[in-house]
């Protein structure tokens, strides 16, 4: 059964860079034809998507992170990773890794990961 | 970008009650549309996807239905387990929007 398991450093300062690392276990990334994403929910409050890869390299970014984010794929290591740069306390968020359940990025996520809290403080 | 609109916001009911949740996207979204329900520290588990398929694996009592911009999620028998946060998700345009969610608690 496939899963997903999020890792990174939980508390990022101000102007930083927020990196995190989603692997996935039980089942081959780079077999599978899917788009792999990112989103995230502040705390007590609503998801947001963040983007989403394909295991060959496209990549599709939300309009209001353009510029700040950037998602890339290490298909030897069965992993895609979520770089966000110059983050504020307003990035503060638990945030989920996920597979879409299709073959396009516009599509529902059927295999999330158990989410991650990040902390953006100095 | 596509707003979407739940309601209501929260709701109680009791155990067996029919329940019917509600998602109105700001523009018609032909029928891409998903349900997902959540549970306080767990991650989102995907109910219902393009508007009225079943998910592997998601009990029969959940169902979808609509299209354009109004759409529906109905729990035929609610079940104790159903106590849970409810949001949809439209996945027909970037950027992907989800409402803004629906409590759904147990009397």
């Known amino acids: 059964q496939l899963q997903l398991q999020e890792s990174g450093a939980g508390l990022v300062k101000p102007s930083e860079t927020l990196s995190l690392t989603c692997t996935v276990s039980?089942?081959?990334?780079?077999?599978?034809?899917?788009?792999w994403g990112w989103f995230r929910q502040p705390p007590g409050r609503g998801l947001e998507w963040i983007g989403n890869?394909?295991?060959?390299?496209?990549?599709y970014y939300s309009p209001s992170l353009r510029g700040r984010v950037t998602i890339s794929v290490d298909t030897s290591g069965n992993q895609f990773s979520l770089n966000l740069h110059s983050v504020t306390a307003a990035d503060s968020a638990v945030y989920y890794c996920?597979?879409?359940?299709?073959?396009?990025?516009?599509?529902?996520?059927?295999?999330w990961g158990q989410g991650t809290m990040i902390t953006v403080s100095s | 970008d596509i707003q979407m609109t739940q309601s209501p916001s929260s709701l109680s009911a009791s155990v067996g009650d029919r329940v019917t949740l509600t998602c109105r996207a700001s523009?018609?979204?032909?029928?891409?549309l998903n349900w997902y329900q959540q549970k306080p520290g767990k991650a989102p588990k995907l109910l219902i996807y393009?508007?009225?398929s079943l998910q592997s694996g998601v009990p029969s009592r959940f169902s979808g239905s609509g299209s354009g911009a109004d759409f529906t999620l109905t729990i035929s028998s609610l079940q104790p387990e159903d106590s849970a946060t409810y949001y949809c998700q439209q996945t027909y345009s970037v950027p992907l929007t989800f409402g803004q969610g629906a409590r759904l608690t147990i009397k």
């Open positions: 523009q018609g979204i032909i029928t891409s």
């Open positions: 890869v394909y295991f060959r390299g496209g990549s």
């Open positions: 039980g089942g081959s990334f780079s077999d599978t034809n899917n788009y």
């Open positions: 393009a508007a009225s």
């Open positions: 996920a597979k879409a359940r299709g073959t396009y990025f516009m599509d529902a996520s059927d295999v």
